[in-house]
């Protein structure tokens, strides 16, 4: 989409709005300061803020875009059908690993370095964060249930497979090679045994 101001130069919003996203991305919330976010997007003070608003409203935007992004991905992979719960948690990693993979966006992920972050937002933008996340973990939840699993299950282990998708998005951040991702996303996914009931303890001995 290509805005036209008359006397001014011309835009592409859309690709500004990318850029903006790129750069809470890659910085986060916080560090994400307005001459960044000017650089970044190649906009001025006065256009960033007549066509985004204020820092808190751009930041929102990018959230949206990522989301648009990145999460339908993410329901295609639960469709399925899928053999096994496991098979659902090896198809949700797979888009993460296949993101951070991706060369031309920043590494991690955008909704993890904004919840790390959630003191610096403002009560909506904390509130879409939080959103965000629980939409991914009913995703989880309701594929792992068509998978097979039982509620108990499909309930905790679409909050590991949560917190095993956060972990990557940080582990890749601080440099971890793609194999190494990839090995942690393999233990998630690893189908899991029946629970080992616990060794009763032997009677104590007593002097006949």
Known sequence: MLTIMAGRKQFDVDEALRRAMHVFWRWGYSEASIDRLTEGTGLGRSSLYGTFGDKSALFRSSLQLYTQTYHPLYDQALRGPHPDPGAVVAAFLRVTLNRIADPTVPDGCLVTVSAT????????????????????????????????????????LALCTLATNKSLAVLSRAGFSGEELATVAAAAARPRGPAVPATPTPPALTDR
């Open 117 to 156: 972050q959630f003191p610096a937002l403002d009560e909506e933008g904390r509130a879409m964060v939080r959103a965000v996340i629980d939409g991914l973990r009913a995703m989880l939840e309701q594929a792992l249930l068509t998978a097979g699993a039982g509620d108990r299950e499909a309930s905790e």
